[in-house]
């Protein structure tokens, strides 16, 4: 945003519209890279402001939740409305919305639109994807629109940028209120009054649309595949398959690059500051710690682009729709898919996404098997022991590796591990009754690049914010515990403050294959998984001293066998091992007793699954 000036008018504005209308994508093209992103205070719903330039004015906006109303039915629309009507004391109060509208679906979105021009704040209603709209010979009259409503109309397109100088004329020229909207929330209409509220925006959508549009040229031919319950399972897998081997393929030059850098900081310093306490703090401790972790950031980053993808072009409410078969056998509905698949970015944005989910024992379930799911807080610790242990052998051919096959055995026993878990809880103290799965199916697009770019960076700020702080904070306590006390001026990582812990716990995690440096680390991801990479850095950076210091993973097969990095692979499949997941689910469910069950039961599995792999392996002469 350009300096403020006092010339300047200063103008705070807020985007609301219907999930999948392209409000989103239009808050990322006028804001960019200035955003702040929180959470709403006691709320799971997510908190995005930003700034916008225009000729003459500095605007400040506010992205509202994606929500179809404003009666107080769901924590979206209670917080949308709450912003409107300036009873949100977190944001600045808008001085007016621009409702941003699917053109081609017209009269679902004027529901919403009518409920914010009721209001009485200042509004306008930006008609998005008009080249869509156009595509398929649709026409509408904004005049006529806008003169029906009362409020300026546009036709824009956010995916391409498109009348982007007639939105900013808008905010130039936007007529502020005196007498801005107050009192308290609206109530929750009745049947009635929604049937009258919805046979008005029938009733306008019908007047304003002079070309109706035309049906998709090939969406429904290609549906036909995704869809199908046999093809759409296959095409599920196949893109599993092509994500899993972009991570190892696609991720290692930026990878190398990174471990380079890292690398060369933390030698530099070692040879460059005399001998003692801040040379080992500095280069052990801090770079060379916090580089085994942050290494792994272009693996993250592209599990978060292909999930940023596939949910711009549409493809994951089909998916849904797919898997709703697949959950339906385990008592749940294809409304769990989506906060299941975000759990594989983070669990946290899945759980919180549970609240979609209508039926309290559906979301219950939903909510104690996410973290089942695989996040990318576990794929550190995966592509470690993958690359160490499992040889780059093609399977078909060039395309498809052992080690991504490896991985996708991973992602697949902590997605069976959910489905079983599913199938006790609905058959025991979850049972319910089946709910009808409804999904919007949203047309194919073709993705905001821009979107995608905004969430990846959003998302490397939070990786890069956590190994600036928690795992740096982590590392060097356990530089610290590893370092000292030392004896004649040596230490012995062994006989150290780390080694005595390690050892303590040693006898209980023995049977699993593990040493005291994996119960180090096991112990410190309960921080967070991702600082298992930087213990196991830090005690091994300490213990092997000067020429002789060797890569991590050359380290680990010198100190480990194939079958104890597999029963290691095994325990993070199931493990329990993230406290930000489990205050999350304190506060969805209102208490500490599921997340004490979570903890409990996820450890044990853990522990189970871990102890037959070793065994089994040990039985059939693996180990």
């Known amino acids: 945003m350009s300096t403020v000036s006092l010339n300047r008018r200063q103008l705070t504005l807020a985007i609301g519209g219907n999930p999948n209308s392209g409000k989103t994508t239009l808050f990322n093209l006028l804001t960019g890279l200035h955003q702040k992103v929180a959470n709403y205070a006691g709320a799971t719903v997510e908190k995005k402001m930003g700034d916008f330039s225009t000729a003459l004015t500095d605007v400040q906006i506010i992205d509202l939740p994606g929500t179809y109303g404003l009666t107080p039915r769901s924590e979206e629309e209670r917080i949308a409305a709450e912003v409107i009507l300036g009873l949100n004391k977190e944001v600045p109060r808008p001085?007016?919305?621009?409702?941003?509208?699917?053109?081609?679906?017209?009269?679902?979105?004027l529901y919403l639109v009518l409920q914010v021009i009721d209001t009485g704040i200042p509004s306008a209603v930006l008609l998005n994807m008009s080249d869509e709209l156009a595509l398929r010979g649709g026409v509408i009259d904004t005049e006529?629109?806008?003169?029906?409503?009362?409020?300026?109309?546009?036709?824009?397109?956010?995916?391409?940028?498109?009348?982007?100088?007639?939105?900013?004329?808008?905010m130039d020229r936007w007529k502020e209120s005196a007498l801005l909207p107050n009192g308290t929330l609206p109530v929750i209409p009745t049947l009635e009054e929604v049937g009258l509220r919805r046979s008005k925006a029938r009733a306008i959508a019908k007047a304003v649309i002079t070309t109706p549009l035309e049906p998709h040229p090939w969406s429904d031919k290609v549906d036909t595949i995704v869809m199908h319950h046999v093809w759409g399972s296959l095409l599920f897998a196949a893109i599993l398959m092509i994500v899993f081997q972009a991570i190892f393929s696609w991720a290692q030059?930026?990878?190398?690059?990174?471990?380079?850098?890292?690398?060369?900081?933390?030698?530099?310093?070692?040879?460059?500051?005399?001998?003692?306490?801040?040379?080992?703090?500095?280069?052990?401790?801090v770079v060379a710690g916090v580089g085994s972790v942050v290494v792994f950031l272009p693996q993250?980053?592209?599990?978060?682009?292909?999930?940023?993808?596939?949910?711009?072009?549409?493809?994951?409410?089909r998916a849904a729709a797919v898997m709703d078969r697949v959950l339906s056998a385990v008592g749940l509905q294809g409304k769990s898919f989506l906060p299941l698949i975000s759990s594989y970015a983070c669990a946290i944005p899945g759980i919180m996404a549970t609240r979609t989910i209508e039926n309290k024992r559906d979301r219950l379930a939903t909510i104690f098997v996410a973290p089942f799911m695989t996040c990318s807080a576990r794929l550190p610790v995966y592509a470690l022991l993958i690359g160490a242990f499992v040889p780059d052998i093609p399977i078909l051919g060039r395309f498809f590796g052992l080690?991504?096959?490896?991985?996708?055995?991973?992602?697949?026993?902590?997605?069976?591990?959910?489905?079983?878990?599913?199938?006790?809880?609905?058959?025991?103290?979850?049972?319910?009754?089946?709910?009808?799965?409804?999904?919007?199916?949203?047309?194919y697009r073709i993705p905001s690049f821009k979107t995608i770019f905004i969430i990846m960076w959003d998302r490397s700020k939070v990786f890069l914010s956590q190994a600036g702080t928690i795992i740096l904070l982590v590392n060097v306590i356990l530089w610290f515990l590893a370092?000292?006390?030392?004896?004649?001026?040596?230490?012995?990582?062994?006989?150290?403050?780390?080694g005595r812990i390690g050892r303590l716990v040693e006898p209980a995690i023995r049977p699993l294959?593990?040493?005291?440096?994996?119960?180090?680390?096991?112990?410190?991801?309960?921080?967070?998984?991702?600082?298992?990479i930087s213990t196991l850095g830090t005690i091994y950076r300490v213990e092997i001293k000067g020429e002789k210091q060797e890569g991590l993973q050359k380290a680990l097969r010198n100190d480990m066998t194939p079958l104890t990095a597999v029963s290691l692979m095994i325990f993070f499949a199931f493990a329990m091992q993230c406290t930000s997941t489990l205050a999350i689910v304190r506060h969805e469910t209102g208490g500490w007793k599921m997340p004490a069950i979570m903890f409990v039961y996820m450890n044990a599995v853990a522990y189970?699954?871990?102890?037959?792999?070793?065994?089994?392996?040990?039985?059939?002469?693996?180990?």
């Open 253 to 285: 030059p930026f990878m190398n690059a990174i471990d380079f850098a890292f690398t060369s900081l933390s030698g530099y310093l070692k040879h460059t500051l005399p001998p003692g306490f801040w040379n080992g703090f500095l280069s052990d401790g």
């Open 608 to 623: 189970a699954a871990s102890f037959a792999v070793y065994h089994l392996g040990k039985l059939f002469g693996w180990g």
């Open 403 to 443: 080690r991504a096959m490896t991985l996708l055995g991973l992602y697949a026993a902590g997605f069976i591990a959910a489905l079983l878990t599913t199938l006790v809880l609905k058959s025991s103290i979850l049972r319910s009754s089946g709910t009808p799965f409804y999904v919007e199916i949203p047309p």
């Open 513 to 532: 294959g593990f040493d005291w440096k994996i119960g180090v680390g096991l112990l410190s991801a309960q921080a967070a998984r991702e600082v298992m």
């Open 300 to 317: 993250i980053l592209i599990v978060f682009f292909f999930i940023a993808v596939l949910e711009n072009v549409g493809y994951l409410p």
């Open 483 to 498: 370092s000292y006390p030392k004896k004649d001026g040596v230490v012995v990582v062994r006989d150290s403050y780390a």
């Open 144 to 170: 006529k629109l806008s003169g029906l409503l009362g409020v300026p109309v546009l036709s824009i397109s956010a995916t391409k940028g498109s009348n982007l100088n007639q939105l900013s004329d808008l």
């Open 95 to 109: 001085e007016g919305v621009l409702c941003v509208v699917d053109s081609t679906c017209l009269e679902k979105s």
